[in-house]
């Protein structure tokens, strides 16, 4: 797959598609992040058109906004990257490397910084949540969790993406990248950024088994609210069968008064892959009579039907340093080769080069 190309050559041919994604390396995905985004990220994969570039990064340098332990973060790191390739990404058809090992992504984050407006980041969402959360902000916040929007920005211009698939809450940063590369194409006069579309994820929110009003998240200080794509077989039964639900007799479908039921025929219907449901309600009616036990079990059935190739997959993975190690060096040199094209031309425009 070529993934170098001059920036006229993109201009004129505006049916190519350079599609960007990233994902923290920060602990095994759960089965929130694969129905929410990793799956997408194979379908995208395997159906895309001949001329379509994918490009998938683990951004351990987001994850260092918050304190990592530098052994677990190899770990994780080593860990995710099995697990990407585990659910299907193939290293022949996509690119797939680890954010750092491209210093292109750092550097064109500082350029961007010195075009980027403090008020705007100061709107965001997340870090006004984290402001107003928190206590002694000039002395726990720090610039990295302020300024990384722009990292994000730059993860995604440098490849020059067209299309960036993302989640509703993360639309917000998105329209950022496509503000940033406007705002520095103007100033410059060049065409050296290209504004990104956002892409957005068709699967529902995955919510958690012990707390279904909350989104499932690594986090959580229970690990019975997730069910990680590493769990064995009787642990997924457990966490099921332990998974919240209601007193209200009968299968139905309604997430406002059934949130805990709702949430585990919503897993049902998205993990089902033999379904000829067209909706949940649909799913719900066919299951009208049963009862709840039952309910937890279908699902259970149907997870680990899910989960079980990519857990046998990982754990051969995992093992294989010898290839982790090559397909991360080979896709760090396709990336870099990739973000030199953006580099070149944004160099040019500052006076760098």
């Known amino acids: 797959m070529e993934h170098v190309r001059k920036a006229s050559e993109h201009d004129s041919n505006h049916t190519r598609k350079t599609i960007f994604s990233g994902i923290q390396p920060t602990g095994v995905p759960h089965l929130g992040n694969y129905l929410g985004a990793l799956r997408q990220w194979v379908d995208v994969q395997d159906n895309a058109a001949p001329n379509t ?5 683990l951004v351990d340098l987001h994850a260092i906004t918050v304190r990592q332990d530098p052994k677990q973060l190899r770990q994780w790191k080593k860990e995710s990257l099995s697990m990407l390739l585990a659910i299907g990404l193939d290293p022949n058809k996509s690119t797939i490397f680890h954010q750092s090992d491209v210093p292109a992504h750092s550097e064109l984050m500082w350029i961007l910084s010195c075009q980027a407006s403090t008020g705007y980041l100061g709107r965001m969402t997340q870090w006004k949540d984290k402001t107003a959360n928190e206590k002694d902000s000039s002395e726990k916040l720090k610039l990295g969790l302020f300024s990384y929007p722009v990292l994000q920005a730059a993860d995604v211009l440098v490849h020059r993406a067209t299309h960036v698939p993302v989640g509703h809450d ?18 410059f006069g060049t065409d050296a950024l290209i504004p990104p579309e956002t892409l957005i994820s068709p699967a529902k929110r995955v919510m958690s088994l012990t707390d279904p009003l909350a989104k499932m998240s690594k986090s959580h200080p229970n690990p019975k609210s997730r069910i990680l794509l590493t769990d064995s077989e009787e642990v997924i039964r457990s966490k099921v069968k332990a998974a919240v ?3 209200i007799d009968g299968i139905t479908y309604d997430p406002e008064r059934r949130p805990g039921v709702s949430n585990l025929i919503d897993i049902l219907y998205h993990t089902d892959s033999r379904s000829a449901y067209s909706s949940q ?20 059935d149907t997870v680990e039907s899910t ?21 991360a060096a080979e896709g760090a040199e396709k990336a870099a080769k990739s973000a030199a094209v953006t580099m070149k031309a944004v160099k040019n425009a500052v006076g760098l080069a």
């Open 53 to 57: 570039t994918m490009i998938y990064s």
């Open 170 to 187: 993360q639309a917000q940063h998105l329209e950022f990248a496509r503000e940033v590369a406007n705002g520095f194409n103007h100033t």
């Open 281 to 300: 309600e649909e799913s719900a009616k066919d299951l009208a009579g049963r009862s709840m036990r039952a309910l937890k079990e279908r699902v259970a």
């Open 245 to 247: 639900t209601d007193s």
């Open 307 to 327: 989960v079980k190739r990519i857990r046998a997959s990982y754990e051969d993975l995992l093992h294989d340093e010898f290839y982790l190690d090559r397909v």
